[in-house]
C-alpha cells in the first residue's frame, strides 16, 4: 500500500471580533462571504497550513509537532515553522541540534523546524516568504493572538485579502487548523479567522481531547441549551461545515507519558527507542499514533496530499 494509500485508509465521519456577546455567534451559514478572486491567478496546487487559535493554551504546538513528525516520518517532505518567537515548543522537539545538544539557531525547515517571531516588525514576514522555496507544504505554528500580526504582512492592519493574493499568485493555497478547546475564545477565534478568510481557505476543526469528551465538554463549539432554555454556541461551527470545512479529533495521551516525552524533547515517533518509558507507556503513544492517523484522514486532501 502507498503511503497517500495508507494516509487516507481510515476515515471517520465527520467568532467573533473580540467585544461581541454569543448572540453574535449565531450567525447562519448564508451569512459566510466568499470574497471575489482573480481570475488571471493560477490554480493553487500546494498548500500553506497554518495551526492557530486566538487563544493560548489549546494545544496548538502539541497537534502541529505531531503532524509534522507524523508525515515526516510516512516519507512526507513537509517545511515546518515554529513563529513563536525564539525556540517554542515545536522547534523545542523537531529542531535539529549540534553536537552539544543545543538547538541550532539555522534551521533547514524540511528537516528541523525554522522559527521566527510572528509579532515582530522584522520577522513576521517569514510567513510569506518562506514560499520562495517552492516546496509542495509548508506548516507554520501560530503563537496565541497572531491574527493581528498576519493582517499587517500585506494588508496594513486592513484583512487578510492582500496576503491571501500574493499566496495565490505563488500557486499556494491556505489550510487553517484551528485547534479547539471547551472555551467559549476558542470558538470566537474560529469565527473571526471564517470573517477574514471566509472559503479562501480550507479550514480544518480540530478538536483537542485532552481538554475533555464531544460534545458536551465543548458546549461553545458544538452548542448547548441553557438553564432558561436559550440555544447558545455551536453556530461557528455550523458555518466552519457549511463552508466546506472538516472537524477532526486531536486524541489525548496519558499526561503522565506526555510529561516524560516533553520534558526530554522527544518526538512522539521515537518513543519506542528512547529508553525512557516503560512498556505500558510506549503502547500509549503506539495507540495514539494510530489514533492520530486514523482521524487525520479527512484533512488529508486540504495538506496536498
Known sequence: MSNEQELASQLIPAIIPDG???SDMATTAAELKARPRAAALPPAVKRVALVANEKGGVGKSVFTRTLVDYLRTKGKRVAAYDADGSVGATARVLGTRDANGAIERVQNPVEGIGYYN?????ERNILLDSIESGEKLYVHDLAGGLL???TRIVDGGEGLDGLLDAFEAHSYKLTVFHVISPDVGAAQSVA??????????DHVAVINLKHGRPPSDFPFWYGFTDAKGLAKGGKTREKLLASGGVEIEFPSLPAGTFAKLDAENIPFTRADKAGLLTITERAHVAKFLRDFAAALSPAIPFLGL
Open 192 to 201: 473571526r479567522w471564517l470573517s477574514l478568510i471566509g472559503d479562501r481557505a
Open 20 to 22: 461581541k456577546g454569543l
Open 148 to 150: 493581528a500580526d498576519l
Open 118 to 122: 510572528g509579532r515582530a516588525d522584522d
